[in-house]
């Protein structure tokens, strides 16, 4: 009957998938709400007990933690606001179902179709230029009299087919 060791439990364990740290907007501001609420509770007290009490300064402190409660809660609201912002301009939860990252998928498609659209175009641009390059210098040539395949100078070609050369240039 020997003394078996028992495994060691951990005081502390990590969780395989924690929870997201906040954005820095939304963290401040829910730091900034928390402030303003502890102040204002701790503020309700103090006015609560001077009003137990009968001192003058039970009157001027509950006035002001009204007037804290309505900071409070704004700055609350404020937290909510920021969050919903901040989801909409960078995109929601981290999800293949996630609305934000199918406009960002669509987006990139979108882009690249444009960019593979704008290399056609400039390709048949370029090509469309060589085109006008290579008439302007066979009109060029037809101007000066030089002979063509057939052997007979083009205006006279053109002539007797009843067309008329003009510069393409």
Request: charged residues 30%; hydrophobic residues 40%; glycine residues 4%.
């Amino acid at each position: 009957m020997g003394h078996e060791a028992r495994p060691v439990r951990q005081l502390w364990v990590e969780d395989d998938r924690g929870r997201n740290r906040l954005p820095d907007p939304v963290r401040t501001a829910a730091v900034r709400a928390v402030l303003l609420t502890s102040v204002t509770l701790i503020q309700a007290m103090v006015a609560f007990f001077c009003s137990v009490t009968g001192s003058w300064l039970a009157f001027p402190l509950t006035v002001s933690s009204v007037a804290s409660t309505v900071v409070a809660t704004w700055s609350v609201l404020d937290v909510w606001v920021t969050r919903q912002v901040w989801r909409q301009r960078n995109g929601v939860v981290s999800e293949p179902s996630s609305v934000a990252r199918q406009a960002r998928r669509e987006r990139r498609r979108q882009e690249r179709a444009a960019r593979s659209e704008a290399k056609k175009s400039a390709s048949v641009k370029k090509s469309a230029r060589a085109t006008k390059t290579a008439r302007a210098e066979k009109t060029a040539s037809v101007k000066k009299g030089e002979r063509v395949a057939g052997g007979e100078p083009a205006a006279e070609r053109a002539a007797e087919d009843g067309r008329v050369l003009t510069d393409a240039a």
